[in-house]
T-cell receptor, first 111, second 110 residues
Framework: GENVEQHPSTLSVQEGDSAVIKCTYSDSASNYFPWYKQELGKRPQLIIDIRSNVGEKKDQRIAVTLNKTAKHFSLHITETQPEDSAVYFCAARYNFNKFYFGSGTKLNVKP | EAQVTQNPRYLITVTGKKLTVTCSQN?????MSWYRQDPGLGLRQIYYSMNVEVTDKGDVPEGYKVSRKEKRNFPLILESPSPNQTSLYFC?????????FGPGTRLTVT
């Protein structure tokens, strides 16, 4: 199977600063890497994803990078805002149907 | 409105009393899945289904059953719940890459 590790578990930044969350995976057969944002009491929502044939993807203030050789991928949030405060999860899709999630990062953006 | 629904949203039950959590989607998605979320562990996949009558185990299937008799419904069955199944449960569906999650069911087993 697959194992996904996520760091850090908590991250506190000042509004306007950047935040970076890192994940590693163990199985090179994983080919799709989504990132989810979960606000308190809500369901996880997809914010960005990347496929294994792409090295970087950007969507406004959010970007994801993938290093297949090192088996790690990262979420970058620039110009953070208080509404970015939430728990973020990375995931890896293994064998097309199985999803493995990281343990989550609680991001706190201080005004 | 495209959505995934779950019922009930909250459930408190006792050890050994069989229960079913329902999941329904109106997007005609072939793939559906169940996850449990526990503090510090992220989401862990319980079972998934690729289509009607096609299901397979995820990472933590022990103590759970599923069925997929219709494309839109994917119920999760706990035949003899135990306290270690106290958790927050999410159903999800997808067609292609993106998964859409239901609102969650908070289950407490005493």
């Amino acid at each position: 199977g697959e194992n996904v590790e996520q760091h850090p578990s908590t991250l506190s930044v000042q509004e306007g600063d950047s935040a970076v969350i890192k994940c590693t995976y163990s199985d090179s057969a994983s080919n799709y890497f989504p990132w989810y944002k979960q606000e308190l009491g809500k369901r996880p929502q997809l914010i960005i994803d990347i496929r294994s044939n792409v090295g970087e993807k950007k969507d406004q203030r959010i970007a994801v990078t993938l290093n297949k050789t090192a088996k790690h991928f990262s979420l970058h949030i620039t110009e953070t805002q208080p509404e970015d405060s939430a728990v973020y999860f990375c995931a890896a899709r293994y064998n097309f149907n199985k999803f493995y999630f990281g343990s989550g990062t609680k991001l706190n953006v201080k005004p | 409105e495209a959505q995934v629904t779950q019922n009930p949203r909250y459930l408190i039950t006792v050890t050994g009393k069989k229960l079913t959590v329902t999941c329904s989607q109106n997007m005609n998605h072939e793939y559906m899945s169940w996850y449990r979320q526990d503090p510090g562990l992220g989401l862990r996949q319980i079972y998934y289904s690729m289509n009607v009558e096609v299901t397979d185990k995820g990472d933590v299937p022990e103590g759970y059953k599923v069925s997929r008799k219709e494309k839109r419904n994917f119920p999760l069955i706990l035949e003899s719940p135990s306290p270690n199944q106290t958790s927050l449960y999410f159903c999800a569906s997808r067609q292609g890459y993106e998964q859409y999650f239901g609102p969650g069911t908070r289950l407490t087993v005493t």
